[in-house]
């Protein structure tokens, strides 16, 4: 089989998978199965980069607005996390860092115009500290509320990472998510953050599901995506929703970051890191989408 042809089926298969898990949540293969596939083809762009196409899986965060729901543009693109599976992976993640470390500008590096040094230039620089904050990730839908004047006026998915369904009648139903601000700023701000599923709600309502004697529900993230996606405002109010954000957009200015873990709209000012990507690798596909520093938070009203 050549190259071309390996790109095409691969590209096929990542599209239909995406279909199953985006837009029916339904999916067919595991997370990590998903991620071989678009490796795979990640890796074989990278050596063929003349079979690159605009239209190519890699080339997008994942995701697409579902039919019934008005769509709405995002302040700035909502992407996705990268991840990595061993050590190895994670190391590689490292080196990159300190690679990109060694290659910033320094104050004496001012008026300069830069460009990447060779190797044996940064070599000695990577070997500088590198701290990490590691927190663990709530695995449901991301979400970008707008708040005018401190009041709740839109929630948006994320959608393909530019554009989302306007989804304002469903996150008003979550009690985790204030209708208004108390202490926030005036004008208008995009706070962004995932809606997810608790496990004790995710067991209740497979139980429920069980005794009605219709088909469980596969896992909680799942759930949250069909959830928000639904027509019915009812249904989303019944299923106990969750909410954790950690990301402010201004209109006017560039993201700023504090994460709020909201089960009953308490304050959570401790800031966290994280790395973002383009890519719609599906097991960290709903992740932050900046790096983050603490931050305080408007609390609910």
Known sequence: MDVLQRVGELRAAIRHHEERYYI???PEISDEEFDRLLHELERLEAEHPDLVTPDSPTQRVGGRAVEGFATVVHLE???SLDNAYNELELRAFDERVRRGIARLP????AGRVLVDPPLEETAANLDVPVAYVAELKIDGLSIALTYDNGRLLRGATRGDGSRGEDVTANVRTIRAIPLSLRGGPAG???V??????PRAAFERLNREMEDAGEPLFANARNTAAGTMRNLDPGLVSKRSMGAFVYQLVEDNGPAKAGPSHRPGCRSNRTGAAARTSTKSSRSARNGPTSARRSNSTPTAS
């Open 188 to 190: 208008r701000v995009e």
């Open 77 to 79: 693109p909502m992407l």
């Open 192 to 197: 962004r953050g995932e809606v997810y599923l």
């Open 106 to 109: 320094s104050a004496t590096d």
């Open 24 to 26: 029916h949540n339904d």
